[in-house]
């Protein structure tokens, strides 16, 4: 089921937290919605699920206008922030609850309840109440709930918060093996990078109630719109260094070089511009090198990471696999792939 | 550790130990105490003294008390003595015949009127009428009858030195119905439910209490909550403080109000009247309509009390569950069913409970209204114990006989509470503490 938001418009009081915003989620997508707190994807999620009324524009549900559908008749199952499940019913009757209210029979619900059950692995705990498990345990009782009675989307609102690192990557595939198998248009919320990347088909990029770009994870991690987005993607993060234009050439105030990339001709000189350089385009391979001293290093087991001071107050960040042969305070000079640097201009856009 | 813990919690309790013990349990004990009485106001409530009086000694004799201590009883008898050539003095008698009667008969006794007048009559300076001489004799009198002893041994020295031989269970007889004080007494019970009103009184008691809380205080408290729940803050707001007035009036203006809407030729009677219906006084004029009213009294102030009960507990269910289970596909009576009934659990407890207990005692609204009547129909059983106890048209109010009723209220209202508890598993709501200590 294809979702479309034309000019979706949304204010509390008068207070317009999302202006015009126009975004189209493909059907069997899933779609990471990313941003900081308090950028309003909450807000999106809960009126595309229908319980916020939108204050203008319209939410399509492939052809069908369900703007002013309420949200029982949306089809649409939802993984609340803190989960809502409720108190007095335990494990097994939130899960039926769905089911329960169509008024399916017996034998169906305890069969739908039980394939659900299995394919969240909790089982074990059915006849606990909410207040009987953990988070983790909670956050599948409230997958199972939306899941159960087949919806065309499936809304999550940061479903992986309450997770230990181990149940995390776990219910990170297991979530997406769920939404591929069912084929369900999927929507996820978070303000974690690394899932918004590593679960979903493409990501939209939210700020201040507006959708900066939307692009699939390898394309925006590549080609970023602007500073923002670059500084958002990525772990460790994209370092940045500011100067000016300098002939074919980038320098900041306290004399630290770098040649400008191929793409980029003819800017103006003297014009201020940001140069960001990935920890992973240092150190490896390029034309250019740079000489500096190693100020810190990380070792990550597998690789290490490595910061080098190369210039006055210009600090660049490296990602290697794990070498033994540098430690602090050793002068080094280092490949820069300058191709792949990325360039900004004064109000943050790239160049 | 463990003992410092335990300390902790019983200082934490205490206060409401100590305001259930100031104003629970002791009421709850002087009422079995003065239950167990025979208190009222011609007994009073603190002790009291030994009186035979004639009537007594008719009663006691219809009973089959020997004629022969009876009479010994009823006799006076005579003696000259310090005592009484005082009183007699103090009475104007010719103070040269009593000096006359204190030479000549100076200690001596006389058993009847005949032998004591018969001596007197021999001294000169007797007063020539018998009206006088009589009146002259009295201050010499020894008789028990109407003398107030104010111990049981005093009054047991005087029956025992007028009737010689008087056996052990007549003296018992004799003390403990002459005594004017009030005694222990198991009768109470008895006459209880002796008395042919008292089944009716429980009748009247368990409908009316079963169908206000039912009807006014648990559901129409909670239709009142989930509806301003659904409604638009300020309508909600202005709903609540409409249904507050009849709790917020003080008691008799809420009263006195009721019955103005249905006096003769108030509100009710007149709008009846208008459309066809008997137009009369509905609080007084007929059971069923004394009953429609003293349920409304009470209910009305009753279902504020449950919807702003209610409307808490409703408003503490975090929204994201009600979202929940509309996108869930619950309608608003699905939602009202299982998501928030089931969550009001605790409070309709609270309610139902409370209510009962404060029906039952309550009386005031009733005998502010309708009194009880017609008749005795819409009497309750607060009612009639408070009238008992306290507050009678003859004057004569029985303390003891309105603790009993009151007692048998407590032990009643207990049950209810107990088995309310169990109804409601209530060890399922009150688990474990949310702080561990
Ligand atoms: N019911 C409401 N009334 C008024 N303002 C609201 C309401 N709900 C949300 N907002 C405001 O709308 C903005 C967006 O909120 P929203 O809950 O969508 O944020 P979010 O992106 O989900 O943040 P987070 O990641 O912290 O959950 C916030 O500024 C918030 O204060
Ligand atoms: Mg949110």
């Known amino acids: ?351 | 550790m463990r003992s410092r813990t335990s300390g902790l919690g019983l200082l934490l309790i205490s206060p409401a130990m100590l305001l259930l013990a100031i104003f629970f349990f002791t009421p709850a004990l002087l009422t079995g105490v003065f239950s167990f009485t025979n208190m009222s106001s011609s007994t009073g409530i603190s002790g009291g003294a030994y009186v035979v009086t004639p009537n007594l000694l008719k009663a006691l004799s219809a009973r089959g008390m020997q004629p022969a201590t009876i009479e010994a009883l009823e006799e006076a008898s005579y003696s000259v003595d310090a005592d009484g050539l005082a009183a007699a003095r103090a009475a104007d008698v010719d103070p040269a015949f009593l000096d006359e009667i204190e030479a000549r008969y100076a200690g001596r006794a006389y058993a009847t009127d005949s032998d004591f007048l018969a001596a007197l009559k021999d001294l000169p300076s007797r007063p020539r009428r018998i009206r006088d001489l009589k009146l002259a004799m009295e201050p010499f009198t020894k008789s028990v009858l109407n003398v107030r002893f104010a111990t049981e041994e005093l009054a047991r020295t005087a029956i025992a030195e007028r009737v010689a031989g008087i056996s052990d269970d007549e003296m018992a007889t004799l003390l403990s119905e002459s005594y004017t004080g009030w005694v222990w007494t198991t009768e109470n019970f008895g006459k209880l439910f002796a008395g042919h009103e008292t089944w009716r009184i429980i009748a009247n008691t368990i409908f009316y209490v079963a169908t206000t809380l039912t009807l006014f205080n648990v559901t129409l408290g909670l239709f009142l909550a989930v509806t301003t729940f659904y409604l638009p803050k300020k309508l909600g707001a202005i709903f609540t403080v409409i249904w507050l007035l009849p709790r917020i009036t003080p008691v008799v203006l809420y009263a006195i109000m009721w019955k103005w809407f249905t006096w003769d030729d108030g509100f009710v009677a007149v709008l009846a009247g208008e459309l066809g219906l008997p137009s009369f006084n509905y609080m007084k004029g007929s059971v069923t309509s004394a009953w429609t009213i003293v349920i409304m009294v009470n209910g009305f102030i009753g279902a504020s009390f449950g919807m702003i009960l209610f409307s808490g507990a409703l408003r503490s269910i975090p929204i994201q569950q009600l979202w929940a289970s509309e996108v869930d596909g619950a309608t608003r009576w699905q939602q009202v069913r299982y998501i928030i009934l089931p969550q009001l659990r605790w409070p309709i407890l609270f309610v139902t409970s409370y209510q009962t207990l404060s029906l039952l005692t309550s009386y005031q609204e009733i005998w502010l209204t309708t009194n009880g009547g017609p008749g005795s129909t819409t009497t309750v059983w607060a009612l009639e114990s408070f009238r008992t106890a306290l507050f009678n048209y003859s004057g004569s109010l029985q303390y003891g006989l309105g603790a009993a009723m009151a007692l048998l209220l407590v032990a009643v209202g207990l049950m209810l509470s107990i088995i309310y508890l169990r109804l409601f598993r209530f060890g399922e709501l009150v688990t474990q503490p949310k702080i561990e200590f």
């Not at chain 1, 975004?23 to 309003?40: K, N």
């Not at chain 1, 599948?140 to 499936?154: I, Q, T």
């Not at chain 1, 080098?308 to 794990?322: A, D, F, K, N």
Request: charged share 20%; with cysteine; hydrophobic share 40%.
């Open chain 1, 1 to 351: 089921m294809q979702i479309t938001l034309k000019n979706f418009t949304k204010s509390f009081d008068g207070n317009v937290v999302i202006d015009r915003m126009n975004l189209e989620i493909r059907d069997g997508e899933m779609l990471a919605l990313l941003g900081p707190s308090g950028c309003g994807k909450s807000t999106t999620l809960l009126a595309i699920s229908g319980i916020h009324r939108v204050n203008g524009g319209q939410i399509l549900f492939g052809d069908r206008d369900v703007s002013n559908l309420p949200s029982q008749k949306r089809n649409v199952g939802v993984v609340f922030q803190n989960y809502a499940l409720y108190p007095h019913m335990n494990a097994y009757e939130n899960i039926a609850f769905p089911l329960q209210v169509r008024g399916q029979s017996k034998t169906e619900i305890e069969k739908a309840v039980g394939q659900i059950a299995a394919l969240t692995h909790i089982e074990p705990y059915m006849s606990r109440r909410p207040g009987q498990l953990s988070g983790g345990q909670q956050q599948r009782v409230a997958l199972a709930r939306a899941l159960v009675r087949r919806p065309d989307v499936l809304l999550l609102d940061e479903p992986l918060a309450n997770l230990d690192a181990k149940l995390r990557l776990e219910m990170r595939s297991e979530i997406r093996r769920i939404q591929q198998e069912t084929g369900i248009t999927a929507i996820l919320v978070t303000h974690d990078q690394v899932e918004a990347m590593s679960m979903s088909d493409r990501i939209a990029i939210m700020d201040q109630g507006e959708i900066m770009q939307i692009s699939t994870p390898d394309d925006m991690y590549r080609n970023p719109v602007n500073r923002f987005i670059a500084g958002f993607m990525g772990n460790p993060p994209i370092v940045m260094v500011d100067g000016r234009v300098e002939g074919t050439a980038f320098e900041t105030t306290s004399g630290f070089r770098l040649p400008l990339p191929g793409r980029l001709g003819g800017l103006k000189h003297g014009r201020p511009i940001s140069i960001g350089i990935r920890p992973e385009h240092f150190g490896s391979t390029g034309a250019h090198t740079v000489a500096g001293t190693i100020s810190f290093v990380e070792p990550q087991g597998r690789e290490s990471h490595f910061d080098v001071r190369v210039g006055e107050g210009v600090v660049l960040r490296s990602i290697q696999p794990s070498r033994r042969d540098v430690a602090v305070g050793q002068p080094v000079e280092w490949p820069i792939d300058i191709e792949s640097t990325l360039v900004f201009d004064e109000q943050g856009k790239t160049l």
